[in-house]
């Protein structure tokens, strides 16, 4: 497994790839954005039925979508920086 970056694992001293912690960066990032979207989706509906929308879907969006946009960020950055270190890509 040469090449390959690991992160040490808090549990058991087991090496996790970077890989792994990459994906699960990737997930949490698509979850905070598919749910803060289903807030706001929420609030429109709720908007436009002439109801006053509820403080709990008004704060999920404002919570989640800085949250997922924060861990796409750090994603693209992590990939970028694992691509120039491999150095990928030069002829």
Same mark, same amino acid.
């Not at 598919?34 to 002439?50: D, F, K, Y």
């Not at 008004?58 to 919570?63: A, E, S």
């Given at each position: 497994m040469?090449?390959?970056?690991?992160?040490?694992?808090?549990?058991?001293?087991?090496? $996790?790839?970077?890989?792994? @912690?990459d994906? #699960? /960066? +990737?997930? %949490?990032?698509? *979850?905070?954005?598919?749910?803060?979207a289903?807030?706001?989706?929420?609030?429109?509906?709720?908007?436009?039925?002439?109801?006053?929308?509820?403080?709990?879907?008004?704060? $999920?969006?404002?919570?989640? @979508?800085?949250? #997922? /946009? +924060?861990? %796409?960020?750090? *994603?693209?950055?992590?990939?970028?920086?694992?691509?120039?270190?491999?150095?990928?890509?030069?002829?």
């Amino acid at each position: 497994m040469e090449g390959q970056c690991r992160t040490m694992d808090l549990k058991g001293g087991r090496a $996790l790839s970077a890989n792994r @912690v990459d994906t #699960a /960066v +990737v997930v %949490a990032a698509v *979850a905070a954005a598919s749910i803060g979207a289903l807030g706001l989706i929420g609030v429109l509906v709720q908007a436009w039925m002439g109801l006053t929308p509820s403080p709990f879907l008004t704060y $999920l969006p404002m919570l989640l @979508v800085p949250i #997922a /946009v +924060v861990l %796409a960020c750090a *994603a693209m950055i992590r990939a970028a920086y694992r691509r120039r270190r491999t150095e990928v890509g030069h002829s």
